[in-house]
């Protein structure tokens, strides 16, 4: 079988070296296993046939069986065309081409049997299709009716004239040499408890189904099969790591009671305290702890993690903490500052503005263990920084770094690998962790500190800017600070927003009393830092930004979040930006400026953020509207190969996925049984062929 599926398609009955190329280019399909897995986007019902009498406007694609009565050219140069009448016995309408047309001219016949398909339009009192599909009735099974594939094209392909039904005749040859080279992949067992076709089935039905059942029972097995697969995989993977990878034992707690007793400025939630237990038990395992700590806006997960921090320093270890931006780095180490020096633990940021002579000294410290926690950036991944013995790398906002610099972190302690927690602020749907992180322990802060008042969200329009005005003045006078935050920096050509240069000016003119800061991703270190902390020391009452605010920045007095534009931001951000404000005991709000004029989806987005603070149940409807790929913004390895499942659509298959996949790795991690003979041989042949899908960009 091996051999059968990896053939290259160049020489597959229809397709030839030139067309294989082509397939090659614009598909990323070389081999019969990449083919027989180009499955179609949809299909069209061709089971019907509509009388032409009963044709009505507005009516989508159908299908017409009849005669060609004649037929004739019209007009010159471009707007030539070739004009078909078309009767079944109960009335006539027009075909129409206006391309192709010597090509059309040989092949029609009048007094012979055809199938049309097309959109009908209505226009001067009698029914067209143009460029319909067209072709002779042939065999029983076009007399009969069926649900063709559609597959898709790129423009290159229809330009060579490569059709979606080409596609499906090459498909169709391909399954017909296949069908006895397809093995199933899953047990028996699981087969009859999920009631499941054949995968041989699933695979001819996926792209000629015998009717909508069979597609219906084609997609579930193919679903549950790949979402099966990924999460065994997953799964595997993460019992590999448990058995791999020794974790130091962070065992000692005298840090973390007395932090509780003495230090602590308010009682955790019920949530922390589980993800605190959870953490705990990993650190004292004796194996690796890798663990997503996934927690909304303002949910407490810094506190958390300087926890975790007290336990490694506690039992002779180090612990770092790293964050995306500096802004985020030095807010983290100025809050953790304010304990450790209470309760004498050395702590030190390192971020890409540290001096050189203040880095050596920090390495120093660093190497010999003089300095038990470092706070930074990016510059922590440089090779210079070396531990005397790293227990805990924490990572904060992970989505924003890359798997080869996380893996850098891992390698600071060569003797032992150190502990991870990894942290997000971005809620991330059950579905989506499942996939993305399916190879992580996951915690979750799913409750916001005591005290804490939910945001009041209101949608306004432009026309309302200036009751909105009149809004934050009360707000300036009770004390409080504002963000105004803006979609760019400069004028752009292509996009009407308003920028933030204009915002700004605007703004000091519509509040001239008032102290304004500026911060924008443009401006150097140094410049935002003083500007955050002119705001951040109640110096300057409105903060004007762009998103360079979103992630992090806390500040508790601020309580009214204005987002210009709103309608031009994703819901995940502007999720995060509304976090930004209600860090405090006060009332918080947040407002949504937009043009009068929008989208479908943007209505959508809007009224989710007016309707709940719940970052999961955003995240959720975020997943609906954007798909995982647009959602996480960067290709993430696992999620993105899922050719046919629907991590928006398909949760249930995917959490009946993961528990079947669990049940097995639980009882039979090394699939030695004889009942998972056929998902191991599956799992080592598809490893080698995801080889292929490495040429996907």
């Known amino acids: 079988m091996d051999d059968f599926f990896d053939n290259k398609i160049d020489f597959l009955k229809g397709v030839g070296p030139q067309r294989a190329k082509l397939f090659n280019q614009e598909l990323n399909i070389y081999t ?19 009388p032409i009498a009963e044709l009505e406007d507005e009516m989508p694609y159908l299908q017409v069986k009849g005669q060609i009565i ?9 707007k030539k065309r070739l004009i078909a009448t078309f009767s079944d016995g109960t009335g006539s309408l027009e075909l129409l081409w206006f391309q192709g047309i010597q090509w059309q001219l040989k092949n029609l016949k009048s007094g012979v049997e055809y199938l049309v398909f097309g959109k009908p339009q209505f226009f001067n009192g009698k029914f067209s299709l143009v460029h319909p599909e067209i072709e002779l009735v042939t065999n029983l099974e076009q007399q009969i009716g069926y649900l063709q594939p559609v597959y898709n094209l790129t423009e290159k392909l229809k330009k060579k004239f490569i059709t979606s039904k080409i596609i499906g005749k090459i498909i169709q040859g391909l399954l ?57 995989k997953l799964l595997h993977q993460q019992q590999n790591k448990k058995i791999r990878y020794k974790g130091q034992l962070l065992t000692q707690t005298a840090l973390l009671t007395q932090f509780y007793t003495e230090h602590l400025p308010f009682e955790l939630t019920n949530a922390q305290k589980r993800v605190v237990k959870e953490i705990c038990k990993d650190m004292a395992s004796g ?6 700590l996934q927690g909304d806006v ?5 506190i958390v993690a300087f926890l975790a921090m007290l336990m490694a320093v506690d039992s002779g270890t180090q612990a770092c903490l790293v964050a995306p ?18 309760m004498g633990i050395t702590i030190d940021l390192l971020t890409g503005s540290t001096r050189t002579k203040d880095r050596r000294v920090l390495h120093g410290r660093l190497e010999n263990g003089n300095l038990k926690i470092l706070v930074g950036t990016h510059a922590l991944f440089e090779d210079k920084v070396q531990f005397e013995n790293l227990g805990l790398c924490i990572i904060d906002e992970q989505h924003r770094f890359g798997v080869a610099q996380r893996s850098k972190l891992w390698n600071k302690n060569p003797e032992i690998v150190p502990h991870v927690l990894v942290m997000t602020a971005t809620p991330i ?12 322990d996951v915690s979750i802060i799913d409750e916001l500190p005591a005290g804490r008042k939910p945001i009041k969200t209101a949608h306004r329009y432009d026309a309302h800017r200036l009751r909105v005005f009149g809004f934050i003045k009360e707000e300036i006078k009770k004390g409080r600070q504002i963000y105004i935050v803006y979609p760019l920096i400069e004028e752009s050509e292509k996009l009407s927003y308003k920028n933030l240069m204009d915002g700004y000016e605007s703004i000091a003119r519509a509040f001239p009393e008032a102290q304004i800061s500026i911060l924008h991703g443009q401006m150097s270190s140094t410049d935002k830092d003083y500007e955050m902390q002119r705001f951040i020391r109640k110096e300057t009452q409105i903060m004007v930004a762009t998103t360079v605010i979103e992630v992090g920045v806390n500040v508790p007095n601020a309580s009214v979040m204005v987002i210009e534009n709103s309608e031009k931001f994703g819901l995940s951000q502007l999720h995060q930006l509304r976090g930004r404000v209600g860090r405090g005991g006060d009332q918080s709000y947040c407002i949504l400026m937009t043009d009068v004029k929008l989208s479908k989806e943007a209505k959508v987005r809007l009224e989710t953020m007016v309707r709940t603070t719940n970052g999961f149940e955003i995240a959720e409807v975020d997943l609906k509207l954007r798909g995982p790929g647009n959602m996480m913004g960067t290709q993430q390895s696992g999620m993105m190969d899922l050719i046919i499942a629907d991590l928006a659509k398909d949760a249930h298959i995917l959490q009946n996925a993961r528990e079947v996949a669990k049940k097995i790795i639980e009882e039979d991690m090394p699939l030695k049984k004889p009942e998972n003979q056929a998902l191991r041989l599956y799992l080592q042949k598809s490893a080698k062929q995801e080889s292929y899908w490495s040429r996907i960009s």
């Open 325 to 342: 931006t500096e802004i985020l780095a030095e807010q983290h180490y100025h809050g953790l500052k304010e304990f450790t020096d209470k």
């Open 176 to 232: 017909e040499i296949a069908y006895n080279q397809i093995e199933e992949n899953l047990s028996e067992q699981i087969i009859q408890a999920q009631k499941l076709i054949s995968r041989r089935d699933a695979l001819v039905q996926i792209h000629f189904p015998k009717n909508a059942n069979w597609l219906k029972h084609a997609k579930n097995r193919l679903k549950f099969e790949e979402l099966f697969f990924l999460q065994l």
């Open 70 to 78: 004649n037929w004739e050219t019209a007009g010159e140069g471009f």
């Open 429 to 440: 749907p059950r579905t989506l962790a499942m996939t993305l992180y399916g190879d992580l």
């Open 287 to 292: 194996q690796q702890m890798n663990r997503l």
């Open 32 to 50: 019969y296993y990449e083919l027989i897995r180009y499955f179609p986007f949809r299909h069209e019902d061709r089971t019907q046939i509509h």
């Open 298 to 302: 303002g949910s407490g997960k810094t």
